[in-house]
């Protein structure tokens, strides 16, 4: 069962901060929207996926039983999505015929590549793996009979070009989004209005024709693709059941891809889709929107490759903290003072664990109950609206209590502050990387090398041979390489350095 305090979100449903209340005490069925893999995903991207981890951590160290669902579409995401029924180009097929595009033999290839390059940015920003990540082109069966429980209830209709969602059926549409006035919606979407049959221009297609689409599955319409919006509703359905405690995303989805989940998904059930939802704000860089013809466009791996790679060589848990410096539900500017703000702050979680390693002497723990308080104080900043600016704060805190000790610093303090260190990485994912992919290894051609100094230092500090240990800890700190310590051993990535 949980423990801690209550978890309270600002819940878009309602316009207030609220306690999250679950279905099933001591069960959260959480659901955040992923990425369309047809190019790499950007750091506003992330930054929303940043949020969502976050509070799958939170719920986890609370003692709760997470099932957490961020799917992969790779299918039916069309380019002019800022209306319900989007017009354009499958954003998968137009990828295809793009410059980029030409590397790949098929959308399926291409789908593929952008999906592995998505898990590995999501590993180097240390995102934990969520406990399912659906596909939208392996739940097409459920798709399709989604669309059909549709027509047999008299939500859907069908016209020669596809099977659309009636909005005129569902009187609540618009209740997420505040979007409920008919005749600016109408007008709104007047412009995208590509199908001369459908009886509304607000209505929304569920399943396209097209035969001639470069991914087409067969359905009982013919030959076609799902609309971008059923997936998600499918796939939420199949892992977390007809009522969600947690929906996700960022604020872009909350019309029309959000309105429209409800919609259809409480057409089918009759129940409440989604009780509490949460969207994460836009991001800026350098005061400016991010796109690709400012030259502002940053993306995980451009931040996080070497130089010689033609990245900027920032460290990607400094990224991560970077990203969590602002409160989520306010528009965030990304700058390089941030960054380089957080590359200091992670220097000295590095310099902190250094100190700890190396503390002797018997003693009382002189540092454990205050360490303590703040590992309070940052929890329950994170259940207080994901408070993450004043959750890094009393992690700064804490790291200046370490410091502030480091001439007395005796074993029993020291560990005391390793496990402290442990728990903040349960909660923020700051300290030391959780899974193999984020650290430096075969492509790195001194990674052999790297590898052989930190098992001798490993095993000169398991001698207590302290002086043989700082002296490899110089040598690798010489060769431009940051050790990260931690009760589960010790990792290494090259140091950052921002321009």
Request: with cysteine; aromatic share 8%; charged share 25%.
């Amino acid at each position: 069962m949980a423990s801690g305090p209550p978890i309270k979100l600002y819940n878009t449903l309602t316009n207030s901060v609220e306690e999250l209340q679950l279905e099933h005490p001591g069960r959260l069925a959480f659901y955040s929207c992923g990425p369309t893999v047809y190019s790499y995903a950007h750091i506003g991207n992330f930054r929303s996926f940043l949020t969502a981890d976050l509070l799958f951590r939170l719920a986890r160290t609370l003692g709760l039983e997470v099932t957490y669902v961020t799917n992969i579409t790779d299918v039916g995401h069309l380019t002019e999505d800022d209306a319900a029924d989007a017009d354009g180009e499958d954003r998968m097929a137009k990828a295809l015929q793009s410059k980029e595009g030409e590397r790949f033999a098929n959308v399926w290839d291409l789908a593929r590549y952008y999906t592995g390059a998505l898990l590995q940015d999501w590993s180097a920003l240390n995102l934990l793996e969520p406990t399912v990540r659906p596909r939208a082109t392996e739940h097409m069966r459920e798709q399709i009979q989604a669309v059909e429980t549709l027509l047999e209830k008299g939500h859907a209709y069908e016209t020669e070009q596809g099977i659309y969602f009636s909005v005129a059926s569902f009187p609540e549409y618009g209740k997420l989004s505040g979007n409920i006035n008919a005749d600016a919606l109408d007008q709104e979407v007047r412009e995208v209005v590509s199908d001369p049959d459908k009886r509304d221009p607000r209505d929304f297609a569920l399943w396209k024709k097209d035969a001639k689409h470069l991914m087409q599955w067969y359905s009982p319409w013919g030959w076609g693709f799902p609309g971008w919006h059923i997936e998600c509703s499918v796939m939420a359905n199949r892992y977390l059941g007809e009522t969600l405690d947690l929906h996700a995303g960022g604020e872009d989805l909350t019309f029309p891809h959000h309105e429209c989940e409800i919609a259809q998904s409480e057409a089918i059930s009759g129940k409440p889709f989604a009780k509490h939802w949460v969207h994460t704000r836009f991001l800026q860089v350098e005061g400016q929107k991010m796109s690709k013809s400012l030259g502002n466009f940053l993306t995980v791996r451009e931040l996080t490759s070497s130089k010689d790679e033609g990245g900027w060589g920032v460290d990607a848990l400094a990224l991560r903290m970077a990203l969590m410096s602002g409160h989520y539900r306010k528009p965030f500017n990304f700058t390089k003072a941030t960054l380089k703000a957080s590359v200091k702050h992670r220097e000295r979680i590095a310099a902190a664990i250094q100190l700890l390693e190396q503390a002797e002497g018997d003693g009382p723990d002189r540092l454990g109950e205050r360490l303590e308080g703040l590992y309070d104080r940052i929890q329950q900043a994170l259940c207080d609206d994901l408070n993450t600016p004043e959750a890094l704060t009393a992690v700064i805190e804490g790291l200046k209590l370490i410091h502030g000790m480091s001439k007395g610093l005796n074993r029993a303090s020291a560990d005391a502050g390793v496990a402290w260190l442990n728990h903040v990485n349960d909660l923020l994912g700051i300290i030391h990387p959780e899974t193999p992919e984020a650290t430096e290894t075969e492509e790195d051609p001194e990674a052999a090398g790297i590898e052989a100094l930190l098992r001798e230092r490993t095993e000169a500090r398991e001698s207590r041979d302290f002086a043989r240990a700082d002296a490899i800890r110089e040598q690798l700190t010489s060769m431009g390489i940051e050790i990260m310590d931690s009760a589960e051993g010790s990792t290494w990535k090259r140091r950052s350095s921002i321009g």
